[in-house]
């Protein structure tokens, strides 16, 4: 075992998402990554990837020395899992995907010279378009904050940030967003049976026209209002929808407003 590199203590959905994306985009072989995780069925998910899985942390073996620890549980159970790995501490970095977490609680649990980053993924993580957002505290390395860059880039872009702080704004944008762009997708759904579509047809014209132009978004050199300008003809059919979207910043106003309620709620849960 002393081949590991990356021990994973959690193989729920979004643990399982990062580990199958390391292992599936040749960052890591399977059989450097270890994971911990205490549900059987979870566990041997896991191991059919090809990594070492075992139960609870005093089942790593004494020789296991990994370059990072992932944190991947629940926040609620966050201190009794994390006071598993203290042995590890200054020997190691740990990253932790819980949300709402900070990085005081982890120093406070591990010491406060402990290596601690904070990552803020989102769902399409699972499929390899996620939105990874990193924050470290000054123990990282360099050398390390690359190193969590490269393996995070398995599941999507990733981003990182200075002050903490903005982990809530992050939240509130790519953590939820997914969240805000699905419930679109109903909208454009119901307003396209509304007007006399087919539901499967509705359905089908919503999630590809969303997808479409995102994905024109994500490779055009334009900016998305530039892109926004270049479909609306002069008093066409665009411009009569975004009159009603636009008139009075509506959209805008109450994109603003749900990012904000976000963001509170997230500065509560951290608390």
């Known amino acids: 075992m002393t081949s590991i590199r990356v021990l994973l203590a959690g193989c729920g959905n979004m643990g399982y998402a990062m580990l199958s994306g390391w292992i599936n985009s040749g960052k890591l072989d399977a059989k450097e990554t270890l994971v911990v995780e205490p549900n059987a069925e979870l566990r041997e998910r896991a191991a059919r990837l090809g990594s070492v899985a075992v139960a609870s942390a005093d089942d790593i073996a004494a020789d296991v020395a990994p370059e990072l620890i992932v944190i991947a549980v629940k926040p609620q159970v966050i201190r009794d899992v994390v006071a598993g790995y ?11 995907v819980a949300a709402g977490t900070p990085i005081a609680t982890f120093a406070e649990i591990l010491g406060a010279e402990t290596a601690l980053m904070r990552c803020m993924p989102n769902t399409p993580a699972a499929i390899g378009k996620g939105m990874m957002v990193t924050f470290s505290n000054p123990h990282v390395t360099p050398g390390t904050q690359a190193f969590v860059a490269d393996l995070l880039s398995a599941s999507g872009e990733v981003a990182t940030i200075d002050d903490e702080g903005l982990m809530d704004a992050v939240t509130a944008v790519s953590g939820s967003g997914p969240a805000y762009v699905f419930h679109f997708i109903e909208c454009l759904t119901a307003a396209g049976e509304k007007a006399g579509l087919p539901a499967e047809t509705a359905k089908l014209l919503a999630m590809q026209t969303v997808y479409g132009a995102a994905s024109l978004a994500a490779e055009s050199l334009d900016e998305p209002g530039t892109l926004r300008q270049q479909v609306t003809s002069p008093n066409g059919t665009t411009a009569a929808a975004l009159a009603v979207m636009m008139g009075g910043d509506r959209l805008k106003v109450l994109v ?10 997230s500065v509560e849960l951290g608390k």
């Not at 203290?86 to 932790?96: E, I, V, W």
């Not at 603003?256 to 709620?265: D, F, I, K, Q, S």
């Open 86 to 96: 203290r042995r590890f501490a200054g020997k190691t970095t740990f990253l932790s």
């Open 256 to 265: 603003g407003e749900a990012v904000e309620a976000a963001r509170a709620r």
